[in-house]
């Protein structure tokens, strides 16, 4: 170690002489107080095995993990072992995995002999109707890579992905001194090709080599390096899911596309506008996590700086549960002591409630690599390509570190700025003159007791007899469900003055006659006769946005119910409080939502007939 | 941006997985071979400048990933393609067989406005590779499918030794170089007032 604290990473992944020139030199350096060196690492497990993680993660979103140590640290970032366990359980889960490995490896062998035989495949072996293809510079006795014929779909399948592996395989980090070995070449090979039989809905797609490749650097041991493949997969297979019209890494480049929007729009529009709005430029930064706009070196240390960021201690119980039961929601809640033990990324996303792939660190990575780009973006930019080779440009050049500074810094201000553009559209619901005289005090509703409980019970009396909405028990109900919108925070608050101006100027005409708008629609109907509906100030108006409003809260209830982990998928929710407080505001105790689900069944019901009588009258499509 | 169609000719290349299609761009763009490419991932692209009597040309040619799981990203790269080459590898029956698959996929996604007469050009490549010995589709062969499309030019390269590489892409960008031109006249908004268009000929004049 010289005098500075870093260290030269030469040693740690040589690169073939000839290739030096061409290969762009790493930027990552351990840095000593910073990078989790191997003594630290050490020093964080107690006696019998528990590591510190919390201790961990804090070095390594600072500087990273020294080489000497990647690999072991990787397992416990991955998810493969849980810091909570003992040296002893680990070992036997260890074994248990690697005997797994054994077997599965035992099926392709047997199917296959070239696997784990040190030697690789690059032709096809079967037709696509699974006959053996005969080879004659094979010197074996049939010419024949494969026991049998075969013909189910499965093993078909698979061995027809034998041949792209392998031509990937040849192909990878060829620079690297560690592929001159074709040893080495074929571990890699047959990690794939297992992981291909295991996992035969994904199977094998160019890209996962790119992913596969350092583990079997880091880790010696094979089985240990499949199964850290294993694990890494499991954030990123969805992304490698292809059908015929499309990629799955485009559900992450239209969350990107989004991320955007929010946060830089003028950005966005740009992109839009010359033809970039699918975000494909970014394709194979998310496809291969930045494996080729970085160094070697400096991937595994962006690898590890957004692992950690994305750490969530709950992480190995749920991979241990096989994938078809990992319910997301059946996690264990998080407390606040393992909330410190979560990253960076991932305690800002639990305390938001979201808990989706589609969000995942990378592709607010991807964001900021766009921003540091922006000005040349917004200048030189003029069409697909443009973007693709400004984006180009980077390749080197970046440092990993402040990519993850900034991606940080891009996800707070889109989850800020995300809620401003939904505020600013709901006071759009609102009109412009509205009646001032109405103020928070007069119809704020206290909170204590129950919202729901007293809201179901409202929604009860809301129609006559004879099914006609009565004015007041229905303005009533709007007022009981309005401070759901307190739990917003004060950025609601214009809203939710706006909605109450519309309770207010409908309530005075309520009492200008009390007999005659008895019927929330007979209102509307004496102002379609004097021909003052259409007014911006009437309270025809007045209804079709309160209903509008409430159509919001509805859907909110809706929402809430149908996702019970805010998905991200309903935009207008990514901002909103933590669930757990949420529901304890409105009423809801425990994980009862009997009551909330009954009010929201008859609540929408009732808005949809406002807005049908608002439509009969020709009325529900006016704008403010 | 009707100046920048005008000088831009977009080529596309496509084909299985391994056959050169990286190595092919980069010997022509830059004149050298190296063995450190790895598999294209989505796409890419490189530019040449190259020059037609006296008026001077953009030659942007995309690299496309060879796995057919990635076909469905063609639309959004194969729009607006001037010419698309159509590589295979001479050691490799299975790539050549993969032509008609990449040409139709092509014309599917690409919706040429012509697609009877969108220009085609084909490469066998690596015949370098074993002294020829390895070699499993015969010129013969390769040119009989290359007929049977309308007349496809048909070039054997290789990319490794820099062989016909340069003839290739020369009739590659002037074939893309009447498409653009007749496009434009399919496009009026996009006429260029200067150029004049040329009749069109099937096969390559070079």
Redesign the interface.
């Known amino acids: 170690m010289n005098k500075t604290g870093a260290e030269d990473l030469g040693d740690f992944y040589p690169i073939r002489p000839e290739c030096q020139a061409d290969t762009p030199k790493p930027r990552f350096k351990p840095r000593a107080g910073k990078t989790l060196s191997e003594r630290r690492w050490n020093a964080a497990f107690s006696e019998d095995g528990h590591l510190n993680i919390e201790k961990v993660l804090r070095r390594i979103q600072r500087g990273g993990v020294h080489p000497s140590i990647k690999g072991s640290v990787w397992e416990f970032l991955l998810g493969c072992f849980d810091p909570n366990s003992t040296y002893d359980e680990r070992n036997q889960l260890r074994q248990h995995r690697r005997e797994q490995y054994s077997r599965w490896k035992a099926e392709c062998q047997y199917m296959v002999p070239v696997i784990g035989s040190g030697k690789l495949i690059t032709t096809p072996i079967i037709t696509d109707h699974g006959q053996p293809v005969i080879d004659y510079s094979i010197t074996d006795d049939k010419g024949q890579q494969v026991n049998s014929s075969f013909s189910d779909k499965r093993s078909i399948q698979w061995m027809l992905a034998l041949p792209q592996i392998g031509l990937d395989v040849v192909r990878t980090d060829r620079a690297l001194s560690f592929y001159e070995s074709e040893k080495n070449q074929a571990k890699l090979w047959d990690i794939l090709a297992v992981y291909a039989w295991v996992d035969n809905d994904i199977s094998y797609v160019q890209g996962m080599n790119d992913i596969c490749s350092p583990m079997i650097i880091l880790l010696e041991n094979e089985a240990d390096a499949f199964w850290c493949f294993e694990h890494a997969m499991r954030r990123l297979r969805e992304n490698f899911r292809s059908s015929a019209s499309s990629m799955g890494v485009q559900t992450q480049l239209s969350t990107l596309s989004q991320v955007i929007k929010i946060v830089d729009p003028k950005l966005h529009q740009h992109l839009e506008d010359v033809d970039g709005g699918e975000y494909l430029f970014a394709f194979r930064m998310l496809m291969v996590l930045f494996r080729r706009e970085f160094s070697f070196a400096d991937a595994l240390y962006l690898w590890e700086l957004m692992w950690a960021m994305e750490y969530n201690p709950n992480i190995f119980s749920l991979y241990e549960k096989p994938i078809a039961e990992s319910d997301k929601s059946a996690a264990p809640m998080l407390n606040n002591k393992l909330l410190k033990q979560c990253g960076k990324f991932e305690r800002k996303k639990v305390k938001t409630g979201c808990k989706d792939q589609e969000s995942a660190l990378a592709v607010f990575l991807v964001a900021s690599v766009l921003e540091a780009k922006n000005k040349r973006i917004l200048k030189e930019a003029k069409g697909l390509d443009d973007v693709v080779q400004i984006l180009n440009d980077i390749t080197g050049n970046m440092d990993a570190r402040k990519v993850c500074k900034e991606a940080l810094k891009i996800y707070k201000k889109y989850l800020s700025k995300f809620w401003n553009a939904v505020v600013s559209s709901l006071s759009t619901l609102a009109d412009s003159d509205l009646d001032l005289s109405f103020t928070a005090n007069k119809y704020s509703v206290r909170m204590e007791g129950n919202v729901i409980a007293a809201a179901l019970e409202k929604i009860e009396h809301v129609k006559s007899p004879e099914g006609e909405v009565l004015t007041m028990p229905f303005l009533d109900l709007c007022k009981t469900v309005l401070p759901v919108l307190d739990n917003f925070g004060p950025a609601m608050a214009p809203a939710k003055s706006d909605i109450g101006g519309n309770i207010s100027r409908l309530e005075n005409m309520y009492l200008s006659n009390q007999s005659e708008f008895n019927h929330l629609y007979m209102i509307v109907r004496s102002e379609i006769e004097s021909k003052k509906a259409k007014s911006s100030s009437s309270c025809t108006n007045a209804l079709l946005w309160l209903t509008r409003a409430m159509d919001f809260l509805s859907e909110l209830f809706c929402n809430l119910l149908a996702h019970p982990d805010w998905s991200m998928s309903h935009v207008a929710l990514k901002l909103a409080p933590d669930r757990k407080k949420f529901m304890s505001v409105v009423g809801v105790k425990g994980d009862d939502v009997s009551d909330m689900e009954k009010f929201s069944g008859r609540f929408s019901p009732l808005l949809e007939e406002n807005h049908k009588f608002l439509a009969s009258v020709g009325m529900d499509n006016l704008k403010a | ?1 009707p100046s ?1 169609r005008r000088t831009l000719l977009k080529v596309i290349i496509l084909g299985d ?2 056959v050169g299609k990286t190595s092919l761009m980069n010997q022509y763009v830059n004149k050298k071979f ?6 294209t ?5 490189l530019t040449k400048e190259v020059q037609f009597e006296d008026r001077l040309f953009t030659l ?1 040619i995309w690299d496309t ?3 057919e ?2 076909q ?2 063609g639309v ?2 194969y ?1 607006g393609a001037d010419c698309c080459v159509l590589v295979y590898d001479v050691n ?1 029956m ?1 790539s050549f067989d993969n032509l008609n698959n990449w040409r139709e996929e092509f014309l599917i996604q690409a919706s040429p406005s012509d697609p009877e007469n969108f220009p085609f050009v084909v490469l066998g490549n690596k015949v370098d590779v074993d002294g020829g010995n390895s070699r499993v589709v015969s010129e013969k062969k390769a040119r009989a499918w290359c007929a049977s499309k309308g007349n496809i030019p048909y070039f054997e390269t290789s990319a490794k030794e820099g062989i016909n590489v340069e003839e290739a892409f020369q009739c590659i960008a002037k074939n893309a170089l009447k498409s653009g031109e007749e496009e434009e006249i399919y496009l009026p908004d996009t006429i260029d007032v200067g150029t004049s268009s040329q009749p069109r000929s099937t096969g390559c004049e070079c």
């Open positions: 941006m920048r997985s391994g190296s063995n450190q490419y790895k598999a991932i989505g796409a890419d692209f942007q990933a060879g796995q799981r990635f469905s990203l959004a790269f729009r490799s299975k």
